[in-house]
């Protein structure tokens, strides 16, 4: 079970703020803080009481590994292993919504817990003003999930940290809405391929550029990353997809044309429908109507990621 607590504090981003944070990081209690992405839950990664904390809080299984958040590449390289195309994808795309899966370095610190026991560790450089200077603060390693119930929608506000984590945590900073508003890209290097594990805002296209790799999906139901699970991102209601018209028990989410009771994108633009989508399911989640219906959103680049959070808010 996750700690009691009293009500969660939220502190505007500062120093002080990030001072605060550290202290707690530091006693071994995961924060709620901003990246580019979504809220993430933080804990120093080399501490598997502090872990173990996260994924009590989150109520998380525990077959789920984590990401594990570093201030630059030369702090991953300390943590797992790069060949080649690795690092230059790493060049290319960090610090940003990018997660490298790799094997672990020998000796390397992080606690099995937050690998979920693998021989790889997802690791990423966060571009995030907030998380950054957590990272400089603590000297840490950080482990950081979305700060939400697992399962539940991510938290792109720190107002949706607290609907599913108020009073689980300690202390949430506030830096505003996220911008890229989906979680990260993971992918690992496989078999002279770039394999996506998960889609994000760094879109197949741009690995291809970057790697001159073909990229291609994962088979099977091994969980190698985060975000792997069937069920995931429900808002607690039923929900359809590729709606063209809601019926009057449906919360309707609009795209483009289609207009609903939430539009992701007056103008059918698929970077403002990413970083307004869990907004959106939140806002559905919240309402006084029993279902939720989505319309229709192209898969093309980035609504590849859009649509794969979409199935997994669905099952």
Sequence with gaps: MAEASKPTIVRAFDSAAIAEAAALIAAGKPVAVPTETVYGLAADARNPQAVARIYAAKGRPDFNPLIVHVADLAAAERLGVFGEIERALAQHFWPGPLTLVVPRSAGCPVASIATAGLDTIALRVPGHRAMQALLAETGAPLAAPSANASGRVSPTKAAHVLASLDGRIALVIDDGATTAGVESTIVR?????????????????????????????????????????????????????????????????????????????DAGDLTEAAARLFDALHAGAASAKAKIAVAAIPVEGLGAAINDRLARAAV
């Design 189 to 265: 290097v496989k078999d002279g391929a770039v394999q996506i594990l998960r889609p994000g805002p760094v879109t197949a296209d741009m690995l291809s550029a970057a790697s001159g790799l073909p990229v291609t999906g994962v088979e099977g139901s091994e969980i190698v990353a985060p975000g792997m699970l069937a069920s995931h991102y429900a808002p607690g209601k039923p929900v359809r997809l590729g709606a063209t018209d809601f019926t009057d028990d449906e919360f309707g989410i609009g795209f483009g044309d289609v207009a609903g009771d939430y539009s992701l994108s």
